[in-house]
């Protein structure tokens, strides 16, 4: 299953324009940026690979690295019972990242998850607002320059 | 058990305005279960028949706050959901109490975290704290007897002018 997955995708978007990983027999594929959409288009499409669900969007936060941020897709297949992981590292400078929210529907809260705790802004997402933490609030929680206790007042009590 | 014999006696009995008002709060308070989180599963357990609640008088679970003199606050509460609580303690009339039941009322407890408050007395006026992850029923008893305790020590007049400004003295 993963040389199929891993050959579709070169032949797709060319060699040398992937790196893939394992851990613990799980496969994580890193991609370009502007070859997320055509990823995951091919991943979902092809009659053999079929990913037909997104289980979790979410994010890492390097704080230090050059692409501070990475953004991970978990995609699985029915057919096959297999799970892939599609990563690709994006730069503090150009927060922005293609939505695959039209691909697969489930995406869609994810990401605004995703916006909510790290700030990365999904282009031509529906529905971009916060999920967990109050609209007017104005920091990004689960980056690793924010203060475990927040910033005191940024959260108003009643009174 | 003494007012029984009292009134078997002679048929009645002395006692002052504050006294008998006192009793009748203390013997009827009705809670407003506040069940946000897990501590709720005990607040439960504390209402079944081998704790029961109603001993204490205090088995007529309102969900209205409108109905209710107590407010037991089970759970952890958010900077958001603080707001929908206070709100709703608005809504109760006076005279009322409040329970902070739990480690996370009380201070936040292991949630040590932007987005939990570090204890309810930030916006509300606590009687009485209880301590426990969640805390057993009998300790939830144990604070409602507290409760019991501190109305039985209220004169009528201490709520005439409303405004019961912060936990008073127990």
Same mark, same amino acid.
Request: proline share 5%; aromatic share 10%.
């Given at each position: 299953? !993963? ?22 027999? *799980?496969?994580?594929i ?11 288009? #091919?991943?979902?499409?092809? $009659? $053999?690979? &079929?990913?037909? @669900?997104? !289980? ?6 390097? $704080? &230090? ?12 297949s ?13 730069? $503090? =400078?150009?927060? =922005?990242i =293609?939505? #695959? ?14 916006? *909510? ?9 529906? *529905?971009?607002?916060?999920?967990? @933490? ?9 980056? &690793? ?15 | ?18 006294a ?25 357990? %504390? ?6 609640i109603?001993?204490?008088?205090s ?40 329970? %902070? ?17 570090? /204890? ?11 301590? /426990?992850?969640?805390?057993r ?25 409303? %405004?019961?400004?912060?936990? /008073?003295?127990?």
């Amino acid at each position: 299953m !993963k040389e199929i997955i891993l050959n579709k995708l070169i032949e797709k978007l060319g060699d040398s324009q992937i790196e893939f990983s394992e851990f613990r027999n *799980d496969l994580s594929i890193l991609l370009k940026k502007e070859h997320l959409l055509d990823a995951a288009l #091919l991943l979902r499409n092809d $009659e $053999e690979l &079929k990913f037909d @669900m997104c !289980k979790d969007v979410t994010a890492i936060d390097w $704080e &230090k690295r050059k692409n501070r941020f990475t953004i991970i897709y978990h995609v699985y297949s029915f057919k096959n019972k297999f799970e892939l992981r599609l990563k690709v590292n994006i730069d $503090e =400078a150009d927060l =922005a990242i =293609a939505s #695959l929210s039209g691909i697969w529907k489930s995406a869609e809260w994810y990401e605004r998850e995703t916006f *909510d705790m790290y700030g990365i802004r999904f282009i031509s997402h529906p *529905d971009l607002r916060r999920v967990y @933490m109050p609209e007017e609030f104005e920091y990004y929680p689960l980056r &690793k320059d924010f203060p475990l206790l927040g910033i005191p007042g940024s959260l108003p009590l009643p009174k | 058990m003494g007012l029984e014999a009292a009134l078997t006696k002679d048929g009645f009995i002395t006692t002052t305005i504050d006294a008998l008002i006192a009793w009748a709060r203390k013997s009827s308070v009705w809670p407003m279960p506040m069940g946000i989180s897990c501590c709720a599963i005990e607040m439960i357990a %504390a209402a079944d028949p081998k704790y029961d609640i109603s001993r204490f008088g205090s088995e007529v679970m309102r969900f209205s706050p409108r109905q209710s003199d107590l407010m037991i606050v089970a759970g952890t509460v958010t900077y958001k959901m603080a707001h929908v609580v206070r709100r709703i303690y608005d809504q109760m009339p006076d005279p009322k109490w409040v329970i %902070a039941m739990g480690a996370c009322t009380s201070t936040g407890g292991m949630y040590r975290s932007y987005s939990v408050v570090q /204890g309810i007395d930030q916006f509300l006026p606590v009687d009485i704290y209880t301590a /426990g992850c969640p805390p057993r029923p009998e300790n939830l008893l144990n604070a409602l007897m507290a409760i019991q305790e501190k109305i039985s020590k209220t004169k009528a007049r201490d709520f005439q002018n409303k %405004a019961r400004s912060g936990a /008073g003295k127990i």
